[in-house]
């Protein structure tokens, strides 16, 4: 039973375009979400998190939102950049499960000339 | 900077043989975490611990076990290898408590024959 579902395997935008990447769950004892960022041969890297008593987090070119009653979150890039050019998670945890994530399968996405 | 460490970045073993994968964050984070990566099927949760001597099972613990005698190292243990044990394994640490984003080592590439 997959509770963190990322729909889009994989994703092309064009260098200085939106990039939108979306994520959906089930639990609804999630409270607190977060992206991942992963380079082949390398750990994820941390990127944007959020909690469900907000609808929003910005951090420079990175932006989440949160929409609990449809139960989905989406990250956008703005604008997007060769270097963005990675695998997606989205990952969320319930309070009081010592930071225990449920991970998506994860979105590549490719950010092209 | 959270620094993650694992012992080794790619390992080859044979069918039968007992395998420890080793562990070290310099934080001093209570949380640590073994997850494994397969294509298609995101990271998934092995096992995961919140204090010294402590474990929880995760979502696919069977044929691991862990330890953790030390606040620093946590270490995973595969007990007989299996050839579907071939994965990507990585591990993370996280601060006490809850909602807190988890800081990942680069991974360890295990092959077993």
């Known amino acids: 039973d997959q509770q963190v579902k990322q729909n889009s395997p994989s994703l092309s935008v064009q260098e200085g375009r939106i990039s939108i990447l979306n994520c959906d769950y089930t639990?609804?004892?999630?409270?607190?979400f977060l992206w991942y960022k992963k380079y082949p041969a390398e750990g994820p890297t941390f990127l944007i998190s959020i909690s469900s008593i907000k609808d929003k987090n910005e951090d420079g070119r990175f932006t989440v939102f949160l929409n609990k009653s449809a139960k989905h979150l989406s990250l956008h890039i703005v604008p997007s950049q060769p270097g963005d050019s990675a695998v997606y998670f989205c990952?969320?945890?319930?309070?009081?499960?010592?930071?225990?994530?449920?991970f998506g399968t994860g979105t590549r996405l490719q950010v092209t000339l | 900077d959270v620094k993650v460490t694992q012992s080794s970045r790619y390992l080859v073993k044979r069918t039968g043989e007992k395998v420890f994968l080793e562990c070290v964050q310099d934080m001093d984070h209570e949380n640590m975490f073994w997850y494994r990566q397969d294509p298609g099927l995101g990271l998934r949760l092995i096992y995961f611990?919140?204090?010294?001597?402590?474990?929880e099972k995760g979502d696919i613990p069977e044929g691991y076990s862990v330890s953790r005698e030390k606040k620093e190292r946590f270490s995973l243990i595969l007990e007989s290898a299996s050839t579907n044990q071939t994965s990507m394994y990585l591990c993370a640490s996280a601060p006490g408590g809850s909602n807190q984003p988890q800081h990942f080592g680069d991974g360890t590439r295990l092959s077993i024959l």
């Open positions: 639990n609804s004892m999630f409270d607190y």
């Open positions: 611990s919140y204090d010294v001597k402590m474990k």
């Open positions: 990952a969320a945890s319930e309070t009081g499960t010592a930071s225990k994530l449920t």
